[in-house]
Structure formats: structure tokens, C-alpha cells
């Protein structure tokens, strides 16, 4: 006769503590392909949920945390509920290797790559086309990581395995988004081999860079992994060979100082000049994260002045103020525990 609330996702497994207070019964930490179902048939069951691994919940206001669970294959799970007639994007990858301070994925799924394998990637898509749903359109932390064994070293063969075994399914009628949202690329890995590999098989004519500031001590401080010079390589190799560039940037990271505001404005207007457009973002503390109790970002007014001719043409875009006022309170909340 009870009704229980189960609360699942990044915020309940960076927060689970702060989550059961809101008044949660139960939270799912990290991947629920298996605790999900677990605890449905124990609850079902009458077994009690208690022994899911997997889960936390209060007991007399104690915190109770049942234990992590091993990571899914991805192989044995679909992407999206094809019973219930439902799709979307295919998952091709989780965990990822570099570790920035201010994202919770390697936080959730580990810094060791997993990768969903080609047959299995095809044999959803082949389903999309049966029904005429040929936009294809991929989830994963980095695009051109895909098939690397440490998610840093690339396998140009079988990104282009994956992509051409995809273009034989959907012929000249379908069409393939790669290395664009929610399927970003790092500038580091964009070279004259993985633009080709665009070219080729792929729709998009434009790539999504994750670039993020245009200090290289900003980039150290967050362990980014990549420099500014890779950002500029990333955005001379595209659009060399005729492929747009939209760059991340995230501005208010922690530590960001009035003179790492001024190489930022510098370095967005030389990739302006090249020909790439600038995505903004304001920095939100995440909770698990190494950032996760710095203070919101704020998005510095030279940014805004020096971007004002910018703004108008959709060369500099994004939704900076509502993410700025959504930072303030996730800030808050992390602090106190309030709404």
C-alpha cells in the first residue's frame, strides 16, 4: 500500500545524501540496467530491497549504501525500449579517461572505456530504418574515441568499420550524425583522418569541439588534457577541409582569474577569424565532482562586451544567463541542502 519514491541519474549518484533528504525512499547510485529491474522484483516480491547492490537509503537516519555494482556490458543492453516503440540516439560508449574536474561522467561510469560493439550498434539501427527512422545519432563522451582501448589513443579502423558498416545499412537515404551534440569531439583528436572519416560517411558538415577556455592554465587546472594549441590544430584541420567548427567554452571555472579572461576573449576572436562560432557556457558545480563545492560561474562582462558584435549573428551563442542563474542554485543547494 506504501508508495515508494525511487530517485535515479547523475544528481542522485553524485548526491545521494542530499537526494534522500528531499524526501527520496531509495536512490540508485550510478547504472541502473540491473539495479533497476532488481529492485522491482524485490519490491514485487515482498523480498525486501535491502540486499539490491547498487542502491542507498536511510535506516534511523543512517545512511546506508548497499554496494558498488560491477559496470554493464552495454552489449546486453538496448539503447532505447524498441517493445514500447520508443528511440532516440544509440549509446556507443561510457566511461571516459581523462578525468575533468568539473564533469560528473567519469564520476558515474568510471574512467575505463566501454564500448557497445559494431553488430550490436547495427543490428538497432537496422531496426530505426525498418521503420523509416534513418536520422541516426550517437551517445558517447568523445566520438573519435570510439573502439580505443584506453579512450585516448584513437582506432581509426574501427570508427570508420563502425561508419561504414552503418552507411551500407541506410544506404543513400539515411543520414549519419557524428562528432556533433551528444556526440562531441576532443580538439586534440580531430586531424586530416578523422575529418575524412566525415566527409566520407557522415551528414554533419560541421563538428562539436569541447575547447572550454583559452588559458592553458585553466585547461591544466581543470585536467583537461589537451592545450590551446590543439584547439587551434582542431579548428585549421576542419575548416581546412570544409567542415564548420562549433566550440565549447565554459567560462566562470574555478580559479579563472581577470588575466585568463583576456587570453579566452583573444583566443575566441582568432578561432572567430578562422571561421568557427563560439558555444557558451557558464560553469555549474556538479556534485562528486572535484569541483563540485567551488562557486558558480559567472560569466565575466568583458567576455559579454568583447562578443556584443557576436551575439546578433549566432557566432557566439548559448544559453550562459540561464545556466548562470541555475549554478547559483545548484551552488546553494550543495551548501545547504536547500531549494
Known sequence: DKIIYLAGGPHPTGDPKGTLKLGFDVVCIGEGEETFPEFIKAVNENEGY??????????DNEFIYTGKRKHVDLN??????????????IEITRGCPYGCYFCQTPRIFGKNVRHRGIENICKYVEIMAERNLKDIRFITPNAFGYGSKDGKTLNIDKVEKLLENIREILGNNGRIFFGTFPSEVRPEHVNDETVDLILKYADNKSLVVGAQSGSQRILDLCHRGHTVEDIYNAVTTAIKKGVSV???FIFGLPGETEEDVEKTIKVMKDLIKMGAKIHAHTFMPLPQTPFAKANPGVVNKKIIRAMRHE?????????????????EKISKYLQTGEL
Not at 311 to 327: D, E, S
Request: aromatic letters at 16%; proline letters at 9%.
Open 50 to 59: 535491502e540486499k539490491v547492490r547498487g542502491i542507498a537509503y536511510l535506516d
Open 76 to 89: 546486453k543492453y538496448p539503447p532505447f525500449p524498441v517493445k514500447h516503440n520508443k528511440f532516440g540516439h
Open 246 to 248: 562549433s566550440l565549447d
Open 311 to 327: 551575439i546578433p549573428k549566432g557566432i557566439f551563442y548559448g544559453t550562459w544567463h540561464n545556466q548562470q542563474i541555475l549554478a
